[in-house]
């Protein structure tokens, strides 16, 4: 959109922009506009919106000493221009304007205040002092291309029940795989929302979208399950997650939420002589979330298992710490294949490492079985040959 200049202006970032966009676009119901202080007042005493769960209140409170001067002088009924990037993004009419507690919003969203989280810092820092609300417009196409694909792949199959998965895929590994699988068990059709974060994202989100659609294009039934994005701003950080994820898939029309036992935010607690989490909390927003079993590789097995059905002791457990994996390509290694499937750790590690080799066609056929045929290959299919040998047994 061109620059307006008639109004004054509130210079907003990517994910205040991410979150007036779910809002608008009845992401987020029951909360369907910005809050004002006495809605805001109710959430933080209540945690319910309209008899509904809803973790904190849903606020914009841009920081910086313009969006300040703005906001401390703004008229009812004035119209704000909104500004990300320099770049016109949407209009806000001016309702009302109150004062917020930065540290009290932290607490909402993390359960903690402590600046040393990366999280809690980044927050810290893209909030103001004043909240604003009143009616606006935004750019709702991203939204409703979502929705028109997960519509386009329903209608083709005829899917009367959706299951929903988010997912960073960071980097995709066995027990995502199992985790997609076992859900698709017990569904018609299958949305991955993969997730899009801000910071810190490690591989990019073009490189795990590509993996995620290799594993379906050649080991699922291509037409049950979906990938959309999902811009994981820090609505979706904390505590609150999966409340977060349950109301958005419900909102996208999914019937059910699926989610790993280790998923950030379960947050499980004791309460009246019974363990709970955070799931318990979730009044009114009318979506089944089941918890998967988490899964381990066990050596006496030889096989992916649910810790709650293996007999033998976690000393004989291969866990799936996604960290622990990516460091491992981040240094130029292949995972084990019982942790990755060999074909996604090549296109990983081929993309974090191009070029990586001086002579890759010699190496190639110095070292791999070939036919004779000079064919050219890439250094994904140089990692993929090179896994197979490792793979190889008979000598060892």
Same mark, same amino acid.
């Given at each position: ?205 073009? /490189?795990?979208? @590509?993996?995620?659609?290799?594993? $379906?294009?050649?080991? +699922?039934?291509? =037409? %049950? ?113 019982? /942790?990755?499937? @060999?074909?996604?750790?090549?296109? $990983?590690?081929?993309? +974090?490492?191009? =070029? %990586? ?40």
């Amino acid at each position: 959109m061109a620059l307006s200049r008639k109004n004054r202006a509130l210079y907003i970032d990517q994910e205040a922009v991410s979150a007036l966009t779910l809002l608008k676009s009845g992401l987020l119901a029951p909360v369907t506009e910005l809050m004002n202080e006495a809605q805001s007042k109710e959430v933080l005493n209540s945690g319910m919106f309209k008899g509904k769960t809803f973790p904190f209140p849903l606020i914009l409170s841009p920081n910086g000493k313009i969006n300040e001067t703005i906001l401390i002088t703004a008229k009812k009924g004035e119209i704000l221009d909104l500004i990300c990037d320099n770049t016109f993004v949407g209009e806000l009419c001016v309702e009302e304007v109150y004062k917020i507690d930065p540290h009290e919003r932290l607490r909402q969203i993390y359960g903690t205040e402590d600046l040393s989280h990366p999280g809690v810092n980044a927050t810290y820092k893209r909030l103001g002092k004043f909240a604003i609300c009143g009616p606006y417009s935004i750019d709702l196409s991203s939204v409703e291309a979502i929705r028109n694909t997960i519509a386009q792949a329903k209608e083709q199959i005829g899917a009367q029940h959706m299951s929903a998965i988010f997912m960073a895929a960071n980097p995709l590994h066995r027990a995502h795989e199992r985790l997609i699988r076992q859900s698709l068990e017990r569904t018609d059709l299958i949305v991955i929302f993969l997730l899009k974060p801000y910071h810190n994202s490690n591989l990019t989100y073009e /490189l795990r979208h @590509k993996t995620v659609e290799y594993f $379906i294009e050649n080991f +699922l039934p291509r =037409n %049950r399950v979906v990938v959309v994005p999902l811009e994981s701003s820090y609505l979706f950080a904390g505590g609150n997650e999966v409340i977060l994820d349950a109301i958005v898939a419900k909102n996208y029309g999914c019937n059910r939420l699926m989610i790993g036992q280790n998923h950030a935010g379960i947050g499980m607690y004791y309460d009246r002589n019974a363990n709970k989490s955070i799931i318990d909390r979730l009044i009114g927003i009318d979506i089944d979330v089941r918890i998967a079993s988490e899964y381990v590789y066990c050596n006496q097995c030889k096989t992916l298992v649910s810790i709650q059905t293996c007999p033998h002791g976690h000393h004989h457990h291969i866990s799936y710490h996604a960290e622990s994996i990516l460091e491992l390509m981040q240094q130029g290694l292949l995972p084990p294949a019982v /942790l990755v499937r @060999k074909e996604i750790s090549a296109m $990983i590690v081929a993309s +974090l490492y191009p =070029n %990586r080799f001086k002579n890759l066609a010699k190496l190639y056929y110095d070292i791999m079985p070939v036919n004779g045929l000079l064919e050219e290959h890439s250094e994904k299919d140089f990692y993929v040959e090179l896994m197979r040998l490792y793979q190889t047994t008979s000598l060892t």
